[in-house]
T-cell receptor, first 111, second 115 residues
Framework: DAKTTQPNSMESNEEEPVHLPCNHSTISGTDYIHWYRQLPSQGPEYVIHGLTSNVNNRMASLAIAEDRKSSTLILHRATLRDAAVYYC????????????FGKGTKLSVKP | NAGVMQNPRHLVRRRGQEARLRCSPM?????VYWYRQLPEEGLKFMVY????????ESGMPKERFSAEFPKEGPSILRIQQVVRGDSAAYFC?????????????FGPGTRLLVL
């Protein structure tokens, strides 16, 4: 059980921002939110993760709701190369072990 | 720094043969995970290994599948007497011990086709 809920698919236009939502209403205080993406015919790729504060890196931004029951992955300017399945994953803080992938959101980017 | 390497990238086997999939983790990583992705499905965890130890094999099928991560050399996922249902993409991931949030880095996968 992935324990996160994401829309099955989303569409975006190239060079426009994309907001990918994730619901994790049963999250506990020590769970981190991780995002991975999987481009066609490739292995998953780490995107970003956070706990409580919003996070930015070169790939994306992660906005976490104040109650932590939801989060949004933000791609500031979508490119064709960003077309992928995006997975939002809860991870217990400090834990090692497997990732539990749900179905993710399939993002299509139109030129 | 080379990423996670998997070989072969593509493997074709006939029913009843054995398949051996190899995974070399990133430098400095001693944790290895294997995941399977059936056609048009999501990724499912199979096994988690540290050097010379199986930590969690709760996702491994009970028969025909085994995994190892020896002190030297790559991790091996072995499938004996393959059946058509084993056709899938097999991904290996590695991580570095001691990192709190433990990001996993994935290889490009081995695509197994059983004829």
């Amino acid at each position: 059980d992935a324990k996160t809920t994401q829309p099955n698919s989303m569409e975006s236009n190239e060079e426009e921002p994309v907001h990918l939502p994730c619901n994790h209403s049963t999250i506990s205080g020590t769970d981190y939110i991780h995002w991975y993406r999987q481009l066609p015919s490739q292995g998953p790729e780490y995107v970003i993760h956070g706990l409580t504060s919003n996070v930015n890196n070169r790939m994306a931004s992660l906005a976490i709701a104040e109650d932590r029951k939801s989060s949004t992955l933000i791609l500031h300017r979508a490119t064709l190369r960003d077309a992928a399945v995006y997975y939002c994953i809860r991870r217990y803080g400090g834990s090692q072990g497997n990732l539990i992938f749900g179905k993710g959101t399939k993002l299509s980017v139109k030129p | 720094n080379a990423g996670v390497m998997q070989n072969p990238r593509h493997l074709v086997r006939r029913r009843g043969q054995e398949a051996r999939l190899r995974c070399s983790p990133m430098k400095g990583h001693s944790h290895v995970y294997w995941y399977r992705q059936l056609p048009e499905e999501g990724l499912k965890f199979m096994v988690y290994l540290q050097k010379e130890n199986i930590i969690d094999e709760s996702g491994m099928p009970k028969e025909r599948f085994s995994a190892e991560f020896p002190k030297e050399g790559p991790s091996i996922l072995r499938i004996q007497q393959v059946v058509r249902g084993d056709s899938a993409a097999y991904f290996c991931a590695s991580s570095r011990p001691g990192t709190r949030e433990e990001t996993q880095y994935f290889g490009p996968g081995t695509r197994l086709l059983v004829l």
